[in-house]
């Protein structure tokens, strides 16, 4: 069965950092491009970030460029995403996915909430 568990969340205040973490099994990790998605209150569904199976790709949605980092262990089958300088429209809750076997496969989400 395919897992993914994200974690890392929580309450900061703008200007603030936060680093998630997505954990995946049931499958190869290494084998899988992953992203980042974000959902705020009210809204659709935004791409946030994505990487390929060999780190060699990471890509980005202009408004987190230049703030945000993706990244992945595949020896701990684990997906990061470093957020430096977070401001008031990133919060939202954050989900990692992959496609597979053609459907799309996400997480439970984890709340970040940016407030001062």
């Known amino acids: 069965e395919v897992q993914l568990v994200e974690s890392g969340g929580g309450l900061v205040q703008p200007g603030g950092s936060l680093r998630l973490s997505c954990v995946a099994s049931?499958?190869?990790?290494?084998?899988?491009?992953m992203t980042w998605v974000r959902q705020a209150p009210g809204k659709g569904a935004e791409w946030v970030a994505a990487i390929d199976s060999s780190s060699r790709m990471p890509a980005y949605a202009d408004s987190v460029k230049g703030r945000f980092t993706i990244s992945r262990d595949n020896a701990k089958n684990t997906l990061y995403l470093q957020m430096n300088s977070l401001k008031f429209e990133d919060t939202a809750v954050y989900y990692c996915?992959?496609?597979?076997?053609?459907?799309?496969?996400r997480g439970q989400g984890t709340q970040v909430s940016v407030s001062s």
């Open positions: 996915g992959t496609k597979y076997g053609g459907a799309t496969m």
């Open positions: 049931g499958f190869t990790f290494g084998n899988y491009d």
